[in-house]
């Protein structure tokens, strides 16, 4: 969705920001450096100026923004753990490239959804003070957040109740207020299902389904192909990769809370606006930064 956003607004140029262990908790400790390498890839083969750098703890977001963004760069990917992406914006509201308009900071966020409080208000830091999170929330005005559709399905919030329920009683785990399901819990659920389905239709086609099962064409029956899953419609396309819908998500400046603002439908590969639900640029900016 980011390189579609920016082939929308003529952008042709990026700069990712990724922190490697980001979702070390969910994917392991190489989470954000191959999340950071697949959009890096992407936007190359679409033509477009990509720098890719790797977040440096260690050293201030201040410096790293002034070597790595400065003024060639007016569109930002970041790919790193929420603390850190607030950081980041914190920095950059110091530096006032959020007050300038001339820069916009896409946060990927794959690994919650819509539905996840801190989606929704991730300029908030519990316990921090009321000062350093409104300058975090007036930093937040220049982020458009990237992050994975809320199923609205009955099927999916039934599913959802299950794994909570399962999470407490075998793995002494209890979701906290607000916490929702992963989304690529239930992406994992529908590879089950599509795995079952592709099965049974190998066997169905087989001369011998009672013999040695035929792994390529197993494979060939995964691909290219659409169905109904927990999470909803389900793609995969003719490589065998699911092409997965995102949303994008701008912070409303009246109730300082992220919405969605438009919808990338992998069924017919479209990026859908919402109608009467403009995208609001940093620093009173009407258009989008050049």
Not at 174 to 188: D, I, L, M, P
Not at 237 to 258: E, I, Q
Request: proline fraction near 4%; charged fraction near 20%.
């Amino acid at each position: 969705l980011p390189r579609l956003q920016i082939y929308n607004f003529s952008w042709g140029r990026a700069v990712i920001l990724y922190e490697t262990p980001a979702y070390e908790t969910i994917v392991g400790t190489s989470g954000g450096f191959l999340l950071a390498s697949t959009i890096h890839e992407y936007m190359i083969i679409e033509g477009f100026d990509v720098l890719g750098r790797e977040l440096q703890l260690q050293l201030s977001f201040e410096d790293q923004l002034l070597q790595h963004v400065g003024y060639n760069y007016a569109i930002v990917v970041l790919c790193a753990n929420p603390k850190t992406v607030r950081n980041i914006m914190l920095a950059a509201d110091e530096l006032n490239m959020v007050s300038s308009g001339e820069y916009v900071f896409f946060n990927i966020e794959l690994f919650s959804n819509l539905a996840s409080a801190s989606s929704k208000e991730p300029w908030k830091l519990e316990g921090d003070t009321d000062e350093q999170n409104e300058r975090a929330r007036r930093a937040y005005s220049a982020v458009l957040t990237v992050t994975s559709p809320a199923p609205e399905k009955k099927e999916y919030l039934e599913f959802s109740d299950q794994v909570k329920q399962l999470a407490a009683t075998k793995y002494n785990y209890t979701f906290g207020k607000g916490e929702v399901v992963s989304t690529f819990v239930a992406a994992f659920y529908d590879a089950v299902l599509l795995y079952a389905l592709a099965l049974n239709d190998t066997l169905q086609q087989s001369e011998d389904p009672g013999g040695q099962l035929d792994g390529a064409q197993l494979i060939k029956n995964m691909w290219g192909r659409t169905f109904q899953g927990i999470t909803g419609e389900v793609v995969i396309d003719k490589n065998g990769d699911r092409v997965a819908s995102y949303s994008l998500l701008d912070m409303n400046p009246l109730t300082s809370k992220f919405e969605v603002v438009a919808t990338y439908v992998a069924a017919n590969s479209s990026l859908q606006f919402i109608k009467d639900r403009p995208i609001h640029w940093a620093g009173g900016r009407l258009t989008p930064p050049p």
